[in-house]
Every structure is written in structure tokens, then in C-alpha cells.
T-cell receptor, first 112, second 115 residues
Framework: AQTVTQSQPEMSVQEAETVTLSCTYDTSENNYYLFWYKQPPSRQMILVIRQEAYKQQNATENRFSVNFQKAAKSFSLKISDSQLGDTAMYFCAFSAADKLIFGTGTRLQVFP | DTEVTQTPKHLVMGMTNKKSLKCEQHMGHRAMYWYKQKAKKPPELMFVYSYEKLSINESVPSRFSPECPNSSLLNLHLHALQPEDSALYLC??????????????FGQGTRLTVV
């Protein structure tokens, strides 16, 4: 069975600073995808970034980038130039064979 | 159009009621999902439909009954629910196995309260 672990229940960062959210996972699958989703108070789950496990290059999407360490089963999210609108719950997620499962989440607060 | 539409947005039902949650997408996605999310918790997978067939049931009680009438629609029929079933119910869709874009798109959810 796959598991996704986020060890930081809450994080805070000042506007314009950089913050890194951690995620580890466990799987015996070879072909899988990893995602970071954001859920603001409006409750809409929004995709932030995705990483294909077969790709060695780390994914980047504007201010968001990941550090994907396949051997260590680690998948951290770096948010650069943090903005007030980044305040949300962030979930790391794993997908294989039609199954998409989520970590426990990290609540990120961005302060002015 | 990357929208997944869920109706209703809010639902209050008694324990003896029968109600249905609806989900619709027009992205040509072939996998559709139901999740249950309690406050301050991650979404928990309930059901997955792949090419209109139920492929995953995460040991969900039979008072929850999913239905996929066609590739664009997903329903969740509710009957004899308990107060602990009160939660946010999220629907999602993705391209499915072999799809070039594996990410799931989510609806805004239905906030269900069982009284």
C-alpha cells in the first residue's frame, strides 16, 4: 500500500521570503506521479505542480519548484517570493493505477 | 474548460432521507473520483470510476452508493446516513490510465450535514 507523509502540520513565512514544505512517500510501484495541491479556505483543491517519477529533472512552475529525490522517496515543495495569496493548506499527493492519495497536509500562513 | 461542477454546494439531510450528490465534467476525462474530507483532514478516497466502471471501492459503507451514468457524470446516492458522515464531499476527474495529463481536477465540493 502507498503512504504519503507530511511531517510539518503548520508553517509560516513572511511575504517575499522562501519556504520549503516536506513530503515523503512509500510505494513499490515503478510508474507513478507526485503532486502538490493547494486548498485555500474557499475549499477548492487546486493543482500547484506535478512530477512524473520517470523524469529526473525537477518540475518548476513559476514561483513553485520541487526537489524530487526518487531513491529517498522524498518530494519537497519550494515556494519562492511568497505572497499573501499562498496562504492555504498544502497537500502532497501520490498517484498510481487510478488511485490518488493525499498526505496529511501542511497549513501555510504567509505574513505581511 | 477545466471545470468540475458539483451540485448542490450545501446539503442538510435527516438520517432517514435519501439524497444524491452530482458531479459533471466535460474535459473528456475517463477517471472520476469521490472523496470525503473532514475538517482539517486530507481528502479520503471513497470510489474511483475508470471508463465508467467502478474500479476502486475503499470499503465504503453501503449507505453510500456511487453511479456513473456516462463518461461525464458521476453521482453519489446517500441513504440512511449517520451524523458522522457530515463532511465535505469532493468529486474529481482525470484522464485515466495512460493519459498524458495524469493530474486530477477537483470540484468545489458539497458540504453535507446530517442531522
Amino acid at each position: 500500500a502507498q503512504t504519503v507523509t507530511q511531517s510539518q502540520p503548520e508553517m509560516s513565512v513572511q511575504e517575499a521570503e522562501t519556504v520549503t514544505l516536506s513530503c515523503t512517500y512509500d510505494t513499490s510501484e515503478n510508474n507513478y506521479y507526485l503532486f502538490w495541491y493547494k486548498q485555500p479556505p474557499s475549499r477548492q483543491m487546486i493543482l500547484v505542480i506535478r512530477q512524473e517519477a520517470y523524469k529526473q529533472q525537477n518540475a518548476t512552475e513559476n514561483r513553485f519548484s520541487v526537489n524530487f529525490q526518487k531513491a529517498a522517496k522524498s518530494f519537497s515543495l519550494k515556494i519562492s517570493d511568497s505572497q499573501l495569496g499562498d496562504t492555504a493548506m498544502y497537500f502532497c499527493a501520490f498517484s498510481a493505477a487510478d488511485k490518488l492519495i493525499f498526505g496529511t497536509g501542511t497549513r501555510l500562513q504567509v505574513f505581511p | 474548460d477545466t471545470e468540475v461542477t458539483q451540485t448542490p454546494k450545501h446539503l442538510v439531510m435527516g438520517m432517514t432521507n435519501k439524497k444524491s450528490l452530482k458531479c459533471e465534467q466535460h474535459m473528456g476525462h475517463r477517471a472520476m473520483y469521490w472523496y470525503k474530507q473532514k475538517a482539517k483532514k486530507p481528502p479520503e478516497l471513497m470510489f474511483v470510476y475508470s471508463y465508467e466502471k467502478l474500479s476502486i471501492n475503499e470499503s465504503v459503507p453501503s449507505r453510500f452508493s456511487p453511479e456513473c451514468p456516462n463518461s461525464s457524470l458521476l453521482n453519489l446516492h446517500l441513504h440512511a446516513l449517520q451524523p458522522e458522515d457530515s463532511a465535505l464531499y469532493l468529486c474529481a476527474s482525470s484522464r485515466g490510465r495512460g493519459g498524458a495529463q495524469p493530474e486530477a481536477f477537483f470540484g468545489q465540493g458539497t458540504r453535507l450535514t446530517v442531522v
